[in-house]
């Protein structure tokens, strides 16, 4: 017996190393259909009894749902159960991550699993592996290129000229032949398109749609920006057209529809350098010792109509893009900047959220409706900020009444849970050629947080409006704001993060990480590193999204959120705006099962936006510090990995790199467990937030890169 059973547990065993051989095989050719015969000649399997085996072996794998098989004794792999759709997300070194619709965790996507996809294509996935902390895939299919053209620089040869693009992330070098250069010479700049992607081939082919110049300029610099995201860069002659017939001049008809607040003290707070103004705040104290508050946005929706070019283009862009020394508006600017911009001194259509408030900042009532509002007076928030600090100044009663009860909507938030984030920004001032003079890093003070709070409210008392809690019957078609919990994985390499610098994150579950994070943003505000410790604690947050389930808003710590008070430069808001009104009046919903597609598409677009705004930012930081090389500075590591460290200089906040190879005394190396980075001879060791000093060896402002050598600090 024993005998028998070891004879029957080899062949087994040998099974289950076949098994393994046949998956590894149809997952590198996800696509590919194999019969039984071709499966034993390709494994080199003439025995009789084991070509059965490898029959067996199939028809396991197809009971398993790991193959299908289509037709008798031929299989392929089971797409249908054993792939994923989602966005595709290069990294600079050519591996990726899907992003996957359902929020689950990303899956990674190594170099030469790519097959031909690009950053921000929408992807179909075979799961290759699968453990506890970590999935892998191959991408089978490329279902939606994101975009086809992409500026970058002509490689010429004697009959062929290779495309080198300007972001390696968001590009591809593609193959032009000769004669569809289309004047192009070595080293313009130009925009291509590709015309063809044969899959025997790694590059794809394409054409020279226009020649940019010859020489790099801010200009060709920021259109290569927004092309390689898939931005628009001009609107349609139709949208123009429709635009210019848009009149300053209110309807008299429409007015009379309205709640009038013109006689009402009405403000508008924002930066100096502003030209749409979305929102403005009214104020008036009522007979009854309280206060009403309304929160006035630009009524988009009464201009831009459902289904018109206006709108399909407002829809395509999905936001406005904030770039150094630019925006490209979702809007022509005869709406963003004039008809719909809230002006001071002007007749205006906005869309209401009224609150009357006791002084202690309770909502007692509250009315959502469309009004026309005349803005007595336009402040920058410079000017804000100096009334709340003491200087006398127009409407000063006002501004800080609404600053004292916008401080105890802040108390109240934070005590809630809320995230207590000090938003930091870095500005460029720009000579008349609009080159960088100089760089301010600019911090949120009580101006903004005046008109942030109430523009929370605004957007937590609509969403909840719209919700109707308690009431499961009749669900609403709406676009939620949502901010899921932080992941655990991330929060636990932010708690290795701070140990560098002698701190700890003490939370017993993810409910209680806001706070933790609170408590010890509060500690460390007087320090040095507060900046760098806030950005990490913001990496480590998920990225808050548009959907039609609503998950509630961690970060904010509501339950109900949307967005309702920036419809001139997010399509979300317009939405809002149009299904907020249908609830008011006709309760006849036009949006279905197409709204969860438009909420895809702006939080897509909303990721690109983000993208070229940082591009563009890194493309300043290089332009600032082009002329500085060979100049010492000192600065903050910021950020470590297996190829080098980056140096935050703190005179500019502009951020550059050490390659680990340049790194001198020893030869060091990325520990990716303790998250620094060692020198195994000397035991020196660089963390997150040491002080060094670093010198400018380069500046490559096509890459984006800034180049730093370490520079030894007795020097």
Same mark, same amino acid.
């Given at each position: 017996m024993a005998k028998k059973k070891a004879k029957h547990n080899k062949p087994s065993k040998f099974k289950g190393s076949l098994t393994h051989i046949i998956r590894k095989l149809f997952d590198k050719n996800p696509t590919t259909n194999y019969s039984h015969k071709e499966i034993c000649v390709l494994l080199s399997i003439k025995e009789g009894e084991l070509r059965k085996q490898t029959f067996g072996v199939l028809k396991?794998?197809?009971?398993?749902?790991?193959?299908?098989?289509?037709?008798?004794?031929?299989?392929?792999?089971?797409?249908?159960?054993?792939?994923?759709?989602?966005?595709?997300?290069?990294?600079?070194? /050519?591996?990726?991550?899907?992003?996957?619709?359902?929020?689950?965790?990303?899956?990674?996507?190594?170099?030469?699993?790519?097959n031909h996809a690009l950053n921000g294509d929408r992807i179909r996935v075979a799961i290759t592996k699968k453990t506890a902390t970590k999935t892998e895939g191959q991408v089978v299919e490329v279902l939606q290129r994101e975009r086809t053209q992409f500026v970058g620089t002509v490689e010429a040869h004697e009959k062929f000229a290779f495309f080198i693009p300007d972001n390696q992330r968001n590009g591809v070098d593609i193959y032009i032949p000769k004669e569809k250069l289309n004047g192009a010479k070595d080293k313009d700049k130009v925009l291509v398109r590709i015309t063809a992607w044969p899959k025997s081939s790694q590059s794809p082919y394409g054409e020279v749609i226009e020649v940019l110049g010859s020489k790099n300029t801010n200009e060709t610099e920021m259109i290569g920006i927004l092309v390689n995201q898939g931005l628009e860069i001009k609107f349609p002659q139709a949208v123009i057209a429709a635009a210019e017939k848009v009149t300053m001049d209110l309807d008299p008809e429409e007015v009379i529809k309205r709640r009038d607040f013109r006689n009402i003290t009405t403000l508008t707070i924002d930066p100096i350098d502003a030209k749409d103004f979305d929102d403005a705040i009214s104020i008036q104290w009522l007979e009854n010792g309280n206060v009403e508050i309304g929160v006035h946005i630009a009524d988009v929706s009464h201009y831009v109509q459902p289904g018109t070019p206006m709108d399909e283009e407002a829809l395509k862009r999905s936001n406005s893009v904030y770039l150094v020394d630019r925006v490209i508006p979702m809007l022509p600017e005869q709406l963003s900047n004039m008809a719909c911009s809230l002006r001071p001194h002007e007749d205006k259509f906005s869309f209401s959220a009224v609150f009357e408030m006791d002084e202690k900042g309770k909502v007692l009532n509250q009315w959502f409706g469309k009004t026309v509002i005349h803005s007595n007076r336009r402040f920058t928030y410079e000017e804000a900020q100096e009334i709340i600090e003491g200087a006398e100044g127009d409407y000063k009663k006002e501004i800080l009444f609404l600053d004292q009860i916008a401080k105890i909507l802040r108390k109240k938030r934070l005590k809630s849970g809320a995230l207590n984030i000090e938003s930091e920004e870095m500005r460029f001032e720009l000579d008349a050629g609009g080159n960088p003079t100089n760089v301010i890093l600019k911090t949120s003070k009580d101006a903004h947080k005046l008109v942030e709070e109430f523009m929370l409210l605004a957007n937590k008392k609509v969403a909840t409006f719209i919700a109707k809690p308690g009431n499961k019957a009749d669900k609403i078609p709406f676009v939620y704001r949502c901010h899921d919990k932080p992941d655990i994985e991330k929060i636990a390499l932010f708690r290795v993060f701070i140990d560098k610098f002698g701190y700890e994150l003490n939370f017993t579950s993810p409910d209680d990480i806001s706070t933790a994070i609170n408590e010890l943003l509060l500690k460390i505000k007087p320090t040095s590193e507060y900046s760098l410790i806030q950005t990490m604690?913001?990496?480590?947050?998920?990225?808050?999204?548009?959907?039609?389930?609503?998950? /509630?808003?961690? /970060?904010?710590?509501?339950?109900?959120?949307?967005?309702?008070?920036?419809?001139?430069?997010?399509?979300?808001?317009?939405?809002v705006h149009r299904i907020l009104f249908e609830e008011l009046t006709t309760k006849q919903h036009r949006y279905g099962a197409d709204l969860n597609e438009m909420c895809k598409r702006i939080s897509r677009n909303e990721r690109k936006a983000t993208e070229a705004e940082r591009e563009s930012?890194?493309?300043?930081?290089?332009?600032?510090?082009?002329?500085?090389?060979?100049?010492?500075?000192? /600065?903050t590591v910021s950020g470590i990995a297996d190829f080098g460290m980056f140096v935050k200089m703190d005179e500019n906040q502009c951020e550059g790199m050490i390659p680990m190879i340049d790194i001198p005394g020893d030869r060091f190396y990325f520990d990716a467990e303790k998250y620094k980075i060692v020198g195994p001879k000397t035991g020196i060791e660089y963390n997150f937030g040491d002080k060094i000093h670093v010198k400018v060896t380069d500046v490559d402002t096509r890459k984006r890169q800034i180049n730093l050598e370490l520079v030894n600090q007795t020097n």
């Open positions: 396991d794998l197809v009971n398993a749902e790991f193959l299908r098989e289509t037709s008798h004794g031929t299989f392929k792999l089971n797409q249908h159960s054993k792939t994923v759709e989602g966005e595709f997300q290069m990294t600079q070194r /050519g591996a990726g991550f899907l992003l996957t619709d359902k929020n689950e965790a990303d899956i990674y996507i190594a170099p030469q699993h790519v604690a913001i990496r480590s947050m998920a990225k808050a999204t548009y959907e039609t389930d609503n998950i /509630g808003h961690y /970060g904010l710590a509501f339950p109900y959120y949307t967005h309702f008070t920036s419809p001139i430069r997010r399509y979300a808001d317009l939405l930012n890194k493309f300043f930081q290089t332009l600032f510090m082009k002329d500085r090389v060979g100049e010492t500075f000192e /600065g």
